[in-house]
């Protein structure tokens, strides 16, 4: 099969952790080892989240006394497509990928006049108290948002358009190659109308740019790997139930936290109905059974009946 990956930036940094390098490239080689073995068998293109690590960059580059103003979110995308890539290409052949594997910078096209701009959703950089959040959102003029106990800055998240190097990806695949692309969704960037990008401050869904990568790419599987085991019916209450199964009518009648597991289940409708394949959202430690619908949870485009 051709199977797009999104591997969620919590995967590769558990919250609360330090993000120090080497503690987020063990992830990533536990990462690897879990995919390796898909690689075997099946096509591959995997996109990953860059949550934590672009908002570290973007700490940092906002404490820089030597810089006039911090570095953009289109910026700070791209390198952590550079660092994370860098360290899945190299963790899936050490863990014994035997295909060319090749981790590449994409640029996402979104609209400049996207209402998302208006109302940051998308979780970047650490946890903190909310007294701890709420001095830093003074302090750097951020906004934030509880995600679950915790507090984290938020910021905006256009709808993906497009992926510039889409066609570039779907020749790779195509020859063998095991691609690593849309990293943290794309650096965002609009088209002035004439075929001139420019990068804009926002950071793209993952999810939602893996989703429209395997659309475009005619992938018969979109698999969105992340720190928690499946989708929970009334998550954080004493009804929280796992859910298995799930079709597209199901999903119609069910409503999930925007910053968080909203954009999988959303990644997930629109890939099974754009192309009647299914797709699954569980834990990158169990990917293997995430795939096969053992584990996880698997999204249909309609209602399964048995014999």
């Known amino acids: 099969m051709r199977i797009v990956i999104a591997l969620g930036g919590n995967a590769l940094l558990a919250r609360g952790e330090k993000p120090d390098a080497a503690i987020q490239l063990h992830h990533v080689r536990a990462a690897a080892e879990a995919l390796a073995p898909l690689a075997a068998d099946h096509e591959l293109v995997i996109c990953h989240g860059n949550g ?83 001095r830093l959102a003074e302090t750097h003029g951020w906004r934030i948002a509880a995600d679950g106990a915790h507090w984290r800055r938020v910021v905006a998240s256009p709808e993906p358009l497009r992926l510039v190097e889409a066609d570039s990806v779907a020749r790779l695949v195509d020859a063998g190659t095991v691609v690593v692309c849309g990293g943290g969704g794309g650096a965002p960037v609009v088209d002035d109308g004439h075929g001139r990008l420019n990068g804009v401050e926002a950071v793209v869904d993952k999810d939602l740019t893996a989703a429209l ?77 995430v795939l096969d619908g053992t584990e996880g949870t698997t999204v249909v485009s309609a209602p399964t009946t048995s014999p």
Not at 69 to 77: A, C, E, I, S
Not at 233 to 249: C, K, S, V
């Open 52 to 134: 934590p690590q672009v908002g570290l960059l973007a700490l940092e580059s906002q404490a820089d006394p030597s810089l006039s103003r911090p570095y953009p979110l289109d910026v700070l995308g791209a390198q952590t497509q550079g660092m994370i890539g860098y360290w899945l290409a190299q963790s899936l052949r050490n863990a014994g990928v035997r295909r060319p594997v090749l981790a590449i910078v994409t640029q996402t096209v979104v609209d400049a006049a996207d209402p998302a701009f208006a109302t940051p959703t998308k979780f970047v950089g650490p946890v903190y108290s909310e007294g701890e959040g709420r």
């Open 213 to 289: 990568l395997a659309i475009d790419l005619k992938a018969d599987r979109l698999v969105l790997l992340t720190d928690v085991p499946a989708v929970v019916r009334d998550f954080g209450t004493t009804n929280a139930q796992p859910l298995p199964i799930l079709d597209l009518d199901e999903l119609a009648h069910l409503e999930f936290a925007a910053g968080s597991m909203g954009p999988k289940v959303e990644a997930c409708r629109r890939f099974v109905a754009a192309t009647g394949h299914a797709a699954a959202i569980g834990s990158l430690t169990a990917a293997a059974a």
